[in-house]
Every structure is written in C-alpha cells, then in structure tokens.
C-alpha cells in the first residue's frame, strides 16, 4: 500500500506541473518516499537479526558442539556472565592457547568477564596457582601471567617450589619477594585454590584448558575443528547467556 501511495503521489505530481502548488506536492512526495525507505530499512534489519539467530542456534547444538553441565556452578553473579577459564601453567596446550584467550577477553561485551581458575592436578602444580592467586593480589596479572607461561616453555625455566617463583618474580618485575611469599602462603590463597578444586570437580574438568560459560556450558573439543572453534562457540553461549539474564536491555 505504502508503494503504491508513493507511485500515485509521483504521478500526481508530474500530472499538475502547472499547478500552484507544486512546492507542496514536492514535500509530500520526499515525505512519503522517506516514510517506505524507513519501512523497509527496519524491515530489512529484523529480517537479518533473526536470519543471524537462526543460523547460530543451527551451527551450536547442545550435545554436539558443547555439553550442558548439570547441576549448573552458582557464580554468584546476577549482572554478569562469567567465563572461567580452568589452567596450568605447566600445561604445553595452555601455554600455546594463551592467544587464543588474550582475544577472547579482548572481545568479551561489557556484560560478561574472564575467571581464572589455576588447577591442582598434581602436587607439583600448587606452587603455580599459588602464583596466579599471588598475581591477582598483587596486581600483577597483566605482567607476570603471560610472562610465567614464556618462562617455562619458551625459556625452560623449572619452578620446584613456590620460593623458587617469588625469586624469578622478584627479579622479572621488581616486587618485594618476601611480600610475594607471605602472600602466596596467606590462608587467603589457600582458600582460593581449594575452591578452585571444588570448581573443578563440580564442573566436571578433567583436562586443561578448558573453557566454561557461566557455569553451565563447556565446548566440546572433540567435536570442534580448532581453536578458533572453541573461542566462537564460547562467543555464542555467553550471548546466548546474555538474552536468557535479560543483561542486554
């Protein structure tokens, strides 16, 4: 209807050339083509919207492209997605997907965040999430996390026990060893790796890295070509979170 208005308004116009008032025709024409073309813009993004939304829940099946984990972890947050992000830094295959999560963070909406969790596999990698927790509450993550990882596999250095690392930290970025040590050893991080290793176990993690999305989805590797894989998988569940939190209004 809005088209055919349009064509009858052009003829009319060009049908009364000498009329008085062809300004005012003029004005009418340019006000109705200005009211289809926005019509048919809206029109067009709705249709793109839900063409993108289903092609996404189309690629991104749960079962096949990521596993639901249940019951879900609380996170404790309401206004947040969190994306934990499960690691050891003796760990080869984290080391190399640090770029990989260095885009992800960079990339995250300003309604979600990253949560470090360093694992405890073994006894020989307590000293390192006492590291990581000691990074945090030093302010020294953006530092020393990708510089722990360089350190031991591009530079093979070998880290027995925690004194070992403050001594390393104390020399690479100029912090007090002793107040690294009194902090790697407070009941403070103590506290934070054994929840750690409830996180883990609740979760369900049984390797590293390993990616989970507001406690409740995790990509499924198997099923994934590469890493870049998992980075857009995890993209989709935290939007997918998002609109379900009711955070994108």
Not at 38 to 59: F, G, I, M, R
Not at 180 to 207: C, E, W
């Amino acid at each position: 209807m809005k088209k055919l208005t349009l064509i009858f308004a052009v003829m009319l116009f060009w049908g009364c050339s000498h009329a008085q008032d062809e300004d005012a025709a003029k004005e009418a024409v340019a006000a109705e083509a200005k009211e289809v073309i926005a019509e048919t813009v809206d029109t067009a993004k709705e249709q793109a919207t839900a063409q993108v939304k289903q092609t996404l829940n189309a690629d991104y099946q749960p079962g096949i492209h990521y596993q639901v984990i249940n019951p879900a972890w609380d996170t404790g947050q309401e206004d947040k997605v969190v994306v934990y992000e499960f690691f050891g830094y003796l760990c080869p295959h984290c080391a190399t997907f640090e770029p990989y999560m260095k885009k992800l963070q960079t990339e995250l909406p300003a309604e979600a965040e990253l949560v470090r969790v360093p694992v405890v596999f073994y006894p020989q990698w307590k000293p390192y999430a006492q590291a990581y927790y000691t990074f945090e509450a030093m302010g020294l993550v953006d530092q020393a996390h990708e510089g722990m990882f360089n350190a031991i596999h591009q530079h093979k250095k070998q880290f027995r026990t925690i004194e070992e690392i403050a001594v390393w930290v104390a020399s690479s970025y100029g912090v007090d060893k002793d107040k690294f040590l009194s902090t790697a050893k407070s009941f403070m991080v103590d506290g934070q790796i054994r929840k750690g290793m409830q996180m883990m176990q609740a979760m369900g993690v049984s390797s590293t890295p390993t990616l989970v999305t507001n406690g409740k989805f995790t990509p499924n590797a198997k099923s994934l070509k590469s890493r870049n894989d998992l980075i857009e998988v995890t993209d989709y569940l935290v939007d997918m979170e998002i609109e379900n939190m009711g955070l994108n209004k």
